[in-house]
C-alpha cells in the first residue's frame, strides 16, 4: 500500500462500510433526536465491531473508516469520531485500571465519552486554558468551565485538561479522566448549527486523585496533541467522505436532469464545474492519505502534514458542497435533501480541532522552523512552540 492507491480489499471494505452505513446505521440516525447523544446508534456501531476497530486501528485505517462511514451517514460516523476523540488519550496514556474500566464500555457503544479541553476564554489557544486543578490533601478539586464539548453534558465521563501549575503555559496542564457522576460536575447541550451533540461542563470543586491522572501531572498537553495529531488527518477523511457523497449526489442530478433541450451534464459551465469538484476532491484524499500513511510509518513532521490534510480537505469539502447545491438549485434547500444535511454538517470542522487559520500557523512555523535549521541558513535554530489547537464541537 503507497498514499496513492488502494489495495483491492481496502477498496472492498470501504464500499462495504458505506453500503453498511446506509442500510443499517442512516435509518437509526434519522430516529434520532439532534443534539443528543444517539445512545441506540453507538450500541449498533459496537455490535457492529467498528468502534473496536477504530480504538485498534492506525490513522490510515482510521481514515478509511471514517471517509466510507460518512459517504453513507455522517451521523454515524461523528458517533465514532467522538467516541474516538474522547477514549484515545485512554488508550494512548491510560493506567491498566484506566483501560479495563472503561474500553470494553466504549468498544460495546455502552459508554459516552468526551474530550474536555476548549474554554469560554481558551478555543484556539488551548494552552490558555485555566479549568484549575486545587491541590488537596486527596488530589486535586477542579472549578471552572469547560465549553463546545463534544457528547456534553450526556458523556459518561470525560477527558478534562485542567491547570496544575499556573504560569507555565502548556507545560503546567495535566489530564484527568473524569467520570460524569463525580459530585459538583454538572452541564448544559448548546443548540448549534450542526445536529451532533456539544455542551458545557461546570466543574465546583470536582474531586480528583493520582489514579484519575492520564500520563503524567504537569504534562498533559502533550496527550492532546498526541490525540490530535491522529485525529486530524481523519477529520479531513471526515470532509472528503462528505465531499463524495456531494460529488455523487451531483453527478447523477447533472446526467438526468434536463435543462435547455439536454441534460445539465451538455453545459460546459456544469461539466467543468464537477471536474473541479471532483478534482479538489481527490487531491483531499490523496493528502489524507499522505498524512496518515506518514503517521503510521513514524516519520517526521505528522503535525505539519497533519495540519496540511485538515486543511485542505475541510475547506476543500465546503467548497465542493456548496458547489453540489448550486448545481442542485432549490431542490438542495428543502429540509431533508442530502445536501441540506450535508450543508450543515461541513461548516463545523473548518472549526473544530483546529480552525483553518491554526492549521495554517502550525504549518508556517514547521516550515520556517524546517528553514532555521538548514545547514545553509544563517538564522540560529529553535525548537516550535506548541501549536494552537482548538477543541471540536464534533
Same mark, same amino acid.
Given at each position: 500500500m ?6 483491492p ?7 462495504e ?13 434519522e ?6 447523544v ?7 456501531l459496537g455490535?457492529?465491531g $467498528? ?8 490513522a ?17 460516523e461523528?458517533?465514532?469520531?467522538l467516541?474516538?476523540l =474522547? ?28 474530550? !474536555?479541553l ?14 484549575t ?9 477542579l ?25 507555565a503555559?502548556?507545560?503546567g496542564?495535566?489530564?484527568?479522566l ?6 459538583? +460536575? ?18 465546583? =470543586?470536582?474531586?480528583?486523585?493520582? #489514579? ?8 498533559g498537553f502533550?496527550?492532546?496533541m ?6 486530524r ?5 471526515f470532509?472528503v467522505g462528505?465531499?463524495?457523497?456531494? +460529488? #455523487?449526489?451531483?453527478? #447523477? ?15 460546459? !459551465?456544469?461539466?467543468h464545474q ?8 481527490e487531491?483531499?484524499?490523496? $493528502?489524507v492519505y499522505? !498524512?496518515?500513511a506518514?503517521?503510521?510509518?513514524g516519520?517526521s ?9 485538515k ?15 448550486? $448545481? ?17 454538517e461541513?461548516?463545523a ?5 483546529g ?9 508556517a512555523k ?9 545547514? #545553509?541558513?544563517?538564522e540560529?535554530?529553535?525548537?516550535p ?6 477543541e471540536?464541537p464534533?
Open positions: 503507497t498514499a496513492f492507491s488502494l489495495e480489499e481496502q477498496t472492498a471494505w470501504c464500499e462500510l458505506r453500503t453498511l452505513a446506509v442500510r443499517e446505521l442512516r435509518p437509526l440516525a430516529k434520532g433526536e439532534p443534539g443528543r444517539n445512545r441506540p446508534l453507538l450500541a449498533a455490535e457492529l $467498528l468502534l473496536g476497530r477504530m480504538l485498534g486501528s492506525g490510515l485505517d482510521l481514515c478509511l473508516l471514517r471517509e466510507s462511514l460518512a459517504r453513507g451517514c455522517t451521523e454515524a461523528t458517533a465514532l469520531a467516541q474516538g =474522547g477514549t484515545t488519550p485512554i488508550v494512548q496514556a491510560g493506567t491498566p485500571a484506566h483501560r479495563e474500566r472503561w474500553l470494553p464500555e466504549v468498544r460495546a457503544g455502552r459508554a459516552v465519552a468526551a474530550f !474536555a476548549s474554554e469560554p476564554g481558551a478555543g484556539s489557544d488551548a494552552a490558555a486554558l485555566s479549568l486543578a486545587e491541590p488537596t490533601s486527596a488530589g486535586w478539586a472549578s471552572g468551565e469547560k465549553c463546545w464539548i463534544s457528547n456534553a453534558p450526556e458523556a459518561d465521563f470525560a477527558v478534562v485538561f485542567a491547570r496544575t501549575t499556573p504560569g503555559g502548556s507545560r496542564i495535566t489530564a484527568f473524569v467520570p460524569s457522576d463525580r459530585p459538583g +460536575l454538572t452541564g448544559s447541550a448548546l443548540d448549534m448549527l450542526s445536529p451532533h451533540p456539544i455542551g458545557t461542563l461546570e466543574f465546583d =470543586g470536582v474531586p480528583v486523585t493520582a #489514579d484519575d491522572v492520564l500520563g503524567e501531572p504537569d504534562r502533550r496527550v492532546a498526541n490525540t490530535l495529531n491522529l485525529f488527518p481523519s477529520v479531513g477523511a470532509a462528505m465531499a463524495r457523497a456531494a +460529488l #455523487d449526489a451531483t453527478l #447523477d442530478h447533472t446526467a438526468h436532469r434536463t435543462a435547455f433541450g439536454g441534460p445539465l451534464s451538455d453545459l460546459q !459551465a456544469v461539466s464537477v471536474a473541479e469538484m471532483a478534482t479538489r476532491t487531491a483531499a484524499r490523496l $493528502l499522505a !498524512a496518515a506518514a503517521y503510521d510509518a516519520e513532521g505528522v503535525p505539519r502534514r497533519a495540519a496540511m490534510a486543511l485542505y480537505a475541510t475547506e476543500t469539502a465546503q467548497y465542493v458542497v456548496d458547489a453540489a447545491v448550486q $448545481l442542485h438549485g432549490a431542490r438542495a434547500l428543502r429540509r431533508g435533501h442530502l445536501l441540506e444535511h450535508l450543508y450543515r461541513v461548516r470542522p473548518r472549526i473544530y480541532e480552525a483553518s487559520e491554526v492549521q495554517r500557523t502550525i504549518i514547521e516550515l520556517y522552523a524546517n528553514t532555521a535549521q538548514r545547514p #545553509d541558513s544563517h540560529p535554530s529553535a525548537e512552540s506548541e501549536p494552537p489547537t482548538q471540536p464534533a
